[in-house]
């Protein structure tokens, strides 16, 4: 009687680990799959983010010396800097007058 008792443990047993090993490599193979594609997906947004610096460096004006340069060239760009700076500061200035409108409606 024992025999068959234990017999039926040990097979069932054995089935419960076939089932489980079955189950565990197929989270496996899924897990490698999603691993790979997630892995395509940063080597996309790795060469996006280069392409992107390098056009914010392209973009950037120069700041390399200007020693020998027209001085006129480079008084019209101060000029141009300093009224982009005034225009900045103006909308700056708009800005914080909304807030400060808000602010007063708020605690009259």
């Not at 996309?44 to 060239?73: C, I, K, N, Y």
């Not at 500061?89 to 009259?108: G, Y």
């Amino acid at each position: 009687m024992w025999f068959w008792v234990w017999t039926v443990l040990v097979v069932g047993t054995l089935v419960g680990v076939f089932f489980l090993a079955r189950r565990l490599w197929r989270s496996v193979r899924g897990l490698g799959r999603e691993l790979s594609r997630a892995s395509e997906v940063a080597a996309r947004m790795g060469a996006r983010a280069d392409e992107l610096s390098r056009a914010l460096e392209e973009a950037q004006p120069s700041t390399a010396p200007t020693l020998f340069e027209d001085p006129v060239v480079l008084q019209e760009r101060v000029d141009v800097l300093r009224a982009r700076r005034v225009d900045r500061r103006a909308d700056r200035r708009r800005r914080d007058e909304l807030v400060w409108s808000r602010w007063r409606r708020f605690n009259a």
